[in-house]
């Protein structure tokens, strides 16, 4: 017998593996095999299991770690789709829809049999014996021991246990074992006091760990202790191994969400929730986009749709954006569904995660919700699936298999002949597009819940506010004015200014230079609070020079604000105000940004700051005024999307005021108020930007109206670079019919991480053509020995950075 095996190396081949005896009915399509691949053994996928005999030497398989497959027949099929439309190699697509198996370990414990004991009691009434067999017994005596134990103490342990068992000795039970939970990270462990320590010689820190545990009964957050005394962390650790103290990973549902009781539908949400429930009654595919505004009750139209299809039998999956996926939303979920939620959640601890996983595939969990890559949960008898924010670019994987997970959904709902619904308030203009193109039916809900007015947004003209003011100041007087307010009725304020750090630049006054990356052709972003520069691309950190390294001037400036300096500006004209910031340098812990936002949420800060997190999906009632500090920051961005983004941000940012009882302002400062991007966001008028861009993308020849992939090459070597870029423009040239090729050029980001880096875009009028082009590029690539990390490519492209 063998298998053909997908192994996870940019090649686009299966390996065939003889398959030893005890393997021949145990492997089966989607068990993952340890096999040996040159002199190094790899981990690969089961495509099939034949017996054709190949031509030439085979090898043979070493290890099979699924008795099970870890993915099933209609994953396995969704990896073969995913591997031919990115055209990413099926060994490296299949290894990434296996994450969460691949922290299951399984492990067998074995026991002695009633017979074994008995056995075992004649045995050793008898002489001693240096056979393995009655070693193994006398060990089982004591207690059960792993296999992975009896493996290292006795020789040959595996037959010798089967030999045992087969006698019904011994016998063998499968668990899962969990990592050990002593080594989650100290944000997620409870630690508790069990017993007094007894004659046990302590550390001083261990001392000090016990004794605040008597003092302070209860389970407290091993973080907060470490907090308060030097050296818990470590301390607990130790103590909770000799079993003195107890350590628990904490539960994610643990963050309270306030408990609503499901409210009446509204009759928009009904004719949507009709439709949908109709949908998946049918058992036919079918998709829609449902159109929703800020505030109008999307997430209760998922949660009645979801309990729709779990009453018709069926099971459910919703993806969410990487952010929005917080302990509060699980919460959520959590009262509606009870224990048949499964969260996939990264903040999940490997053996949660590994125990949901289990809870899907066994059918016990009958609503998954997760982001990206939870479109491959092994989630049974399917019937809907929900993508919420479909607009939102942490669908796109940003690595290979570079996937979106949205249009993953699709076509998974489709083979499984299953509901889907994209959910959005500024859904993306191919997901529109395809509504005209009657691919996807369309479900709007046009107003706020409860006749709530959508916000009332004002753009103010910044370049007017110079020339009346002659000061470059952050705020304009009319939105320092607003928030003092705003302040004054205790209502909250949201600020956003989407770009991090303290000043953007750092630029010699005398001589123009700005100080740049080692690794990247990028300027380096100044971060006050650690005194230093950065690079918000390879993460490449460096002092300030006190003079200028090309001309020696002491006179070096700070310019272009960041979010670290809008929060620091604020302090100075609002000292009493409560401020948080949110963004990628206060959010470092996994849990950091549920923090923030539960304290905002409980209005322990009055005014949030933050980059485009803030903008997502939060509910909070009390923020009734939303200001953006310069509406500007996304327009400059090369990339054809770059108008979209501006107005999905400052929509859905904009979304966030005036959710409770009192109407929202909105204020969005702005050096281009004539910009359609901006006018149409301010105006909350989707339609008509829409339309104006769909001009554009058509103009241009960009999606909807082609298929784009962005051809990257990358190199150490400048040369390198130059010269595969090149022979693919060679290639290229003349272009196939139906195909648009611009490049090859320097990239955007001309050098990142060490590597610089040319592009070619390819725009085909469809996507076969686009297919077969990018597939002879890669076959090219093997034939021509191009380095396998020279050549990325990526199919619908979401940033062309
Ligand atoms: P969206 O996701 O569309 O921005 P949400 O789903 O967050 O909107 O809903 C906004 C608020 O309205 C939430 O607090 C939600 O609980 C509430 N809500 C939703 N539907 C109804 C309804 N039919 N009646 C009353 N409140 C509702
Ligand atoms: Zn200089
Ligand atoms: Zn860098």
Same mark, same amino acid.
């Given at each position: ?103 299951? #370990? ?18 050793? %009434? ?23 134990? %009896? ?54 820190? $261990?001392? $000090? ?12 957050? %091993? ?223 046009? $107003? ?28 304009? #007087? ?49 971060? #006050? ?129 005036? #959710? ?142």
């Amino acid at each position: 017998m063998y298998a053909d095996v997908s192994l996870p190396i940019p090649l686009d081949q299966v390996f065939t593996y003889r398959l030893p005896q005890t393997l021949w009915h145990r492997a089966q399509a989607g068990c993952r095999l340890i096999v040996p691949f040159g002199i190094r053994k790899l981990t690969g996928v089961v495509v099939e299991v034949h017996n054709r005999q190949p031509e030439g030497p085979t090898r043979e398989a070493l290890r099979l770690l699924d008795e099970q497959p870890a993915l099933e027949a209609h994953l396995l099929e969704l990896g073969k789709w995913i591997a031919n439309y990115y055209c990413a190699p099926l060994g490296e697509v299949l290894r990434g829809m296996t994450p969460l198996a691949g922290e299951i #370990r399984n492990t067998k414990i074995y026991s002695l049999t009633d017979s074994g004991r008995d056995a075992t009691r004649q045995l050793l %009434l008898g002489e001693d014996s240096d056979d393995p067999g009655v070693q193994l017994l006398r060990m089982l005596d004591s207690r059960p021991l792993s296999a992975a134990y %009896l493996k290292k103490k006795i020789l040959n342990a595996t037959a010798v246990l089967k030999s045992l068992e087969k006698r019904r000795f011994v016998h063998a039970e499968d668990v899962q074992a969990d990592r050990d939970p002593l080594r989650a990270s100290a944000d997620r462990l409870l630690v508790e006091h069990t017993a007094r320590p007894e004659g046990v010689k302590l550390k001083k820190s $261990e001392r $000090e760990l016990v004794s605040f545990l008597e003092l302070h009964p209860g389970s407290h957050k %091993l973080s907060e202790v470490d907090a308060l005394i030097r050296g818990a962390s470590e301390a607990a650790r130790s103590l909770a191994r000799r079993k003195l103290v107890s350590l628990k990973v904490e539960p994610v549902s643990a963050m309270p969400h306030p408990f609503k009781p499901p409210p009446v539908l509204n009759a928009a949400q009904q004719v949507a929730f009709d439709r949908i429930q109709a949908s998946i009654r049918s058992q036919q595919f079918e998709a829609f986009l449902l159109h929703g505004v800020t505030g109008s009750g999307k997430t209760e139209v998922y949660l009645r749709a979801i309990e729709a299809a779990i009453a018709m039998g069926r099971n459910a999956l919703l993806l969410v954006p990487e952010i929005a996926l917080t302990p509060a939303m699980a919460g959520q979920f959590y009262h509606r569904f009870g224990d048949a939620v499964a969260i996939l959640h990264s903040a999940f601890h490997d053996s949660e995660r590994a125990e949901q996983w289990r809870r899907i595939r066994s059918g016990a969990a009958r609503v998954v919700v997760g982001t990206r890559s939870g479109v491959f949960a092994p989630v049974q008898n399917l019937g809907l699936i929900v993508v919420d924010e479909e607009h939102d670019q942490s669908y796109k994987q940003q690595e290979t298999p570079r996937y979106n997970g949205r249009d993953v959904a699709i076509v998974r709902a489709h083979a499984a002949g299953a509901c889907v619904v994209l959910g959005s308030a500024t859904p993306s203009l191919e997901s529109r597009h395809n509504v005209e193109r009657e691919k996807y039916k369309f479900l709007e809900l046009p $107003e706020r819940i409860a006749e709530r007015p959508m916000p009332v947004v004002e753009l103010i003209d910044m370049r007017t506010e110079f020339l009346e003011t002659h000061k470059h100041a952050t705020f304009s #007087r009319a939105l320092i004015d607003a928030i003092q307010q705003r302040l004054g009725l205790g209502e909250q304020v949201m600020l956003l200014h989407n770009r991090r750090g303290f000043s953007s630049f750092v630029a010699c006054r005398a001589c123009g230079e700005r100080m740049e990356c080692i690794n990247c052709a990028v300027t380096m972003t100044y971060h #006050r609070r650690d005194r230093r520069m950065l690079c918000h691309y390879c993460n490449y950190a460096a002092k300030i020079p006190s003079k200028c390294p090309k001309c020696d001037s002491e006179h070096i400036a700070f310019l272009g604000v960041g979010s670290e300096r809008v929060e620091e500006d604020l302090h100075q004209l609002f000292p009493t105000a409560r401020i948080a910031r949110l963004d990628r340098d206060t959010v470092t812990g996994k849990r950091d940004f549920e923090i923030i936002l539960h304290g905002f949420r409980e209005r322990d800060f009055d005014i949030l700051v933050g980059t485009q997190m803030i903008a997502k999906g939060h509910d909070i009632p009390n923020v009734t005024l939303v200001g953006v500090v310069s509406g500007d920051v996304g327009l400059g961005m090369p990339d054809f999307r770059a108008a979209e983004r501006t107005f999905q941000l400052l929509t859905q940012v904009a979304g966030r005021a005036g #959710r409770g009882h009192i109407p929202g302002k909105v204020l969005v400062q702005t050096i281009n108020p004539d910009h359609y991007a901006v006018r149409f966001a301010a105006a909350q008028d989707f339609i008509g930007f829409y339309n104006k861009e769909l001009q554009f993308r058509k103009l241009m020849r960009y999606p909807p109206f082609s298929a784009l992939a962005n051809v990257l090459v990358r190199s150490e070597k400048q040369e390198d670079a130059q010269r595969i870029a090149a022979e693919i423009g060679f290639l290229l040239d003349p272009p196939p019919e139906n195909l648009k090729v611009l490049g090859p050029a320097e990239a955007p980001v001309p050098r990142l991480k060490n590597e610089f880096r040319y592009q070619l875009l390819i725009k085909a009028a469809n996507r076969t053509t686009l297919n077969q082009t990018l597939r002879n590029l890669r076959l090219t690539a093997i034939e021509r020995k191009w380095p396998a990390t020279a050549l990325v490519i990526d199919v619908d492209p979401l940033s062309l950075l």
